[in-house]
């Protein structure tokens, strides 16, 4: 029996629309809707695309919910389940940053968006933080700084654009052999 | 050509984000503020506390906006196209490929190796939004805006939609 439409974009939908905070939060909700509320696929394939779909550049939230799609119901099950991850919140963004910019004279307003800079900056500031983690956990703290420090001196003081960094570490990784996950379970036992 | 820019600006900025949507929040404003000049790091700023208190993906929503902003439907559709179809179509193409050597060191490294480097355009973005509220609230609203949202957000864990809802209360009453 073929899978409902309807049900490809409820999925996707709520999946979404109860995701606060980015594209990672809306991760579990989306593997509640697949595996356990439509069963579309075990588990474990879930897990195996997800974890090849974060090898790769992008937004995960749309990567995984453009590619459940397809496999669900081809090209137009791919085109429903994207159309339900982002259109309701791409509109929600227009109605209110158009509300925002309409009312920009009144003092008020002004008053919010500038109080809104410095939460911006928090988060930005923690999700730097989290990064930074995940990284000295993945390659240890000393590659880490390394590869920071370059990065500073790469896009802050010469000012080159980030893609050239990015695609010599590109380079880099597909050149070194070295399995951090393997020295990681050796320290482990 | 806008919808040529629109798309550039995206497709760039995604393709470059290893690590996900927020990943290519910094390349996104690297594009949009500094090559374009559509908006002021302020203005930017606005989408990204907005994006974070909307429930969704944020490269999406920063796409759409922008889009819709600079050039209607159409530069929405555009701008959402360069986002989500060029990682899309490279999951689809190589997740076989991927699947028969997911276990090798190589392809686990690639975002192992961008990971330190995003961090440092985070971090670049973050500094940026600072500045920027020092100049325009001063040093003692920023440190009262700051410590309280890392507290209730990383501390209490409370959602970012309240945080920015309190947020934008104490502007509207006190930053008037």
Not at chain 1, 122 to 139: H, P, R
């Amino acid at each position: 029996m073929k899978v409902k439409y309807r049900d490809i974009f409820m999925a996707f939908f709520r999946a979404g629309l109860l995701g606060f905070g980015g594209g990672l939060s809306a991760i579990p909700l989306m593997h509640r809707e697949v595996v356990k509320v439509y069963k579309w696929m075990g588990d474990e394939e879930f897990s195996d695309i997800l974890a090849l779909a974060n090898t790769l550049p992008g937004p995960i939230n749309t990567k995984m919910s453009g590619y459940l799609g397809y496999r669900v119901r081809g090209i137009p099950g791919m085109l429903v389940a994207l159309v339900g991850t982002v259109v309701p919140t791409v509109i929600l963004m227009i109605v209110f940053l158009t509300a925002l910019n309409a009312y920009k004279d009144k003092p008020w307003v002004q008053g919010m968006s500038k109080a809104v800079v410095t939460v911006a900056g928090v988060m930005l500031g923690m999700l730097t933080w989290g990064f930074v983690k995940k990284s000295i956990e993945a390659i240890g703290w000393l590659l880490t700084m390394i590869v920071m420090a370059a990065g500073v001196v790469v896009m802050v003081v010469l000012g080159i654009h980030p893609a050239f960094l990015i695609g010599a570490l590109l380079a880099i990784a597909l050149l070194t052999k070295k399995d951090f996950d393997q020295k990681k379970q050796e320290h482990a036992s | 050509m806008i919808y040529w820019k629109l798309f550039l600006a995206n497709l760039i900025a995604n393709l470059l984000g290893y690590g996900g949507g927020p990943a290519s929040v910094p390349l996104l404003e690297h594009e949009v503020v500094d090559r374009y000049h559509w908006y002021s790091v302020h203005e930017f700023s606005e989408m990204v506390a907005v994006g974070n208190a909307l429930p969704g993906p944020i490269a999406p929503e920063l796409a759409g906006y922008i889009g819709f902003d600079k050039a209607g439907v159409l530069g929405a559709t555009v701008a959402l196209f360069a986002t989500i179809a060029p990682s899309l179509i490279l999951l689809m193409m190589l997740l076989g490929l991927l699947m028969r050597n997911r276990n090798s060191p190589k392809v686990k490294n690639m975002t192992k190796f961008v990971r330190p480097a995003i961090a440092v355009l985070l971090a670049m973005v973050a500094f940026d939004f600072f500045a920027n509220a020092y100049h325009t609230i001063g040093i003692i609203h920023v440190l009262m805006i700051s410590i309280a949202s890392f507290f209730l957000l990383e501390r209490w864990g409370i959602s970012p939609v309240y945080v920015i809802c309190g947020a934008l209360l104490y502007g509207a009453i006190f930053l008037r």
